[in-house]
């Protein structure tokens, strides 16, 4: 079962950051929290992992919490082709190992 | 290469035929994945191959049965199926499934799919 709690839908303007939040209040100290995106009708696209630290790389970055229990996925800039449902998955070593389940997700729309 | 292909894009099938959808990835990944996903919902796990050998299998039904023959190539074969076992079939790879590696992480590369619509 996801152990993730995402707002089903979210929409962004063109240009401004778009803010992802995601809620892990049970994560376990092993575990990473990770973020795939679905464009429709497309096999799901990795976008970026964390630990404990915020992560960036070139398509996001990632914030996580001090206690963990929840993070944020920001897409700095949107633009037209982030239009996508977005999954938080939290998944590592321990029961959930080699079991990776996605949730619900946010359904991201960006507007021109 | 850094891609995992699937073949067909589509399938149409009777309830009798019998079918395989075939997944192959050359990076070196062993670990591979089988998720079903139905029209707005999210992907379903159904299979987990590690090192080749069946690890996870999610309760499906047998009329779904998947083969691994080497570390690139995952099957799944398709037999008596059900309309409602139309579905999108994604497969997955990543470099280990079991112990998420050095780090403990595991990200998993996914094709494009297949497309099954039974009749």
């Known amino acids: 079962d996801a152990k993730t709690t995402q707002p089903p839908s979210m929409d962004c303007a063109e240009g401004r950051a778009a803010n992802l939040p995601c809620n892990h209040s049970?994560?376990?100290?092993?575990?990473?929290v990770y973020w795939y995106r679905q464009i429709h009708s497309q096999g799901p696209q990795y976008i970026i992992h964390?630990?404990?630290n915020n992560e960036t790389n070139e398509m996001a970055s990632l914030i996580i919490t001090e206690d963990r229990k929840s993070s944020t996925l920001i897409l700095p800039h949107a633009t037209l082709r982030d239009t996508a449902v977005y999954y938080c998955i939290v998944y590592g070593r321990g029961s959930t190992l080699g079991r990776l389940y996605f949730g619900r997700g946010t359904q991201l729309t960006v507007w021109p | 290469d850094t891609e995992v292909t699937q073949t067909p894009k589509h399938l149409v099938m009777g309830m009798t035929n019998k079918k395989s959808l075939k997944c192959e990835q050359h990076m070196g990944h062993r670990a591979m994945y089988w998720y079903k996903q139905k029209a707005k919902k999210p992907p379903e796990l159904m299979f987990v191959?590690?090192?080749?050998?069946?690890?996870i299998n999610e309760s499906v039904p047998s009329r779904f049965s998947p083969e691994c023959p080497n570390s690139s190539l995952l099957n799944l074969h398709l037999h008596a199926l059900q309309p409602e076992d139309s579905a999108l079939y994604l497969c997955?790879?990543?470099?280990?499934?079991?112990?998420?590696?050095?780090?403990?992480?595991?990200?998993?590369?996914f094709g494009a799919g297949s497309r099954l619509t039974v009749l």
């Open positions: 049970t994560i376990s100290g092993n575990e990473y």
């Open positions: 191959y590690s090192y080749e050998k069946l690890s």
């Open positions: 964390g630990l404990k």
């Open positions: 997955a790879s990543s470099q280990d499934s079991l112990t998420g590696g050095l780090t403990g992480a595991n990200v998993l590369t």
